[in-house]
């Protein structure tokens, strides 16, 4: 509660303080010795707080403009990030499912459960291909798929951790917070206990569950990340409409209906 109440006042100190003061103004109002005293302080306040308003815009204006370049870093590196998240996906609709066409996002989460039970973690990707920004680290040539998704996470992971390292000193907190849920959740941990921890193995086996297909170690019921990622899409649509305030934007956002486009189809 006392978090709550100190980040309130951090974020809106000045307008408490005008608040406060016009209150007062109209109190004094309402009193016949101090009518005039109260309208005077009501038009003091308002101009001051007038100013002070202007004053911020033109600041934040001017800091907005100097962080272009970084915003635009931060932009691109973004565009990577989700890229490479989708990759796997997008090699696997590629794969189970290459009839049918993904054009936006409501198409992945209508055929994400089949691609989760469709999928056997000891095949090899027929069709491979690496389109930008997806990561150069990412590698599914020649690999099994169970292996794909270690390079996958690992890739990731990396990428992610380097990217709030790289810009701790600029990303804003609903940046920062999407990327530490992506990275925290249990999509990702499941990922993990697939690729390196043996006993999940045993423990499978012990469930009767098949440990060689993928459905046995993520929930095609989970949507969450995929939920994640699309809002992480949304927040780039944003910081792209504020930078072409101040700049043009050379980053091309992330396209669902452009990169699942089957290369089969460009033949």
Not at 10 to 39: H, M, N, P, W
Not at 42 to 48: A, K, L, N, Q, R
Not at 117 to 132: A, E, G, I
Not at 201 to 228: C, G
Request: hydrophobic share 40%; net charge negative.
């Amino acid at each position: 509660m006392r978090n709550s109440v100190t980040n309130f006042f951090k974020k809106y100190d000045l307008q408490v303080v005008f608040a406060i003061g016009l209150a007062v103004a109209g109190v004094l109002i309402t009193f016949d010795k101090s009518r005039e005293f109260g309208v005077n302080l009501v038009t003091e306040i308002s101009g001051v707080a007038l100013t002070v308003f202007i004053i911020n815009k033109i600041l934040e204006r001017k800091e907005r403009q100097k962080r272009i370049s970084i915003d635009q870093r931060i932009l691109r590196d973004v565009q990577v990030i989700i890229a490479s998240y989708f990759s796997i996906w997008k090699h696997l609709a590629w794969q189970y499912l290459p009839d049918e066409k993904i054009r936006n996002e409501s198409d992945l989460l209508r055929i994400y459960p089949a691609l989760v039970k469709s999928t056997d973690l000891n095949d090899q990707f027929t069709v491979v291909s690496t389109h930008h920004p997806e990561s150069w680290k990412l590698f599914f040539h020649n690999r099994s798929i169970r292996e794909c998704f270690k390079n996958y996470y690992e890739t990731l992971e990396n990428d992610i951790r380097s990217f709030i390292n790289d810009f701790k000193m600029f990303l804003e907190p609903e940046l920062l917070d999407y990327l530490l849920n992506i990275m925290e959740g249990t999509y990702f941990k499941n990922i993990y206990m697939m690729c390196y921890e043996e006993e999940m193995e045993k423990i499978l086996i012990e469930l009767e569950q098949d440990k060689d297909r993928l459905e046995s170690h993520i929930s095609s019921d989970e949507l969450n990340h995929l939920y994640q990622f699309l809002e992480l899409m949304k927040y780039s649509k944003r910081l792209k409409s504020t930078i072409s305030k101040f700049s043009d934007v050379s980053v091309e956002l992330y396209q669902i209906k452009k990169y699942f486009i089957h290369p089969a189809q460009f033949a």
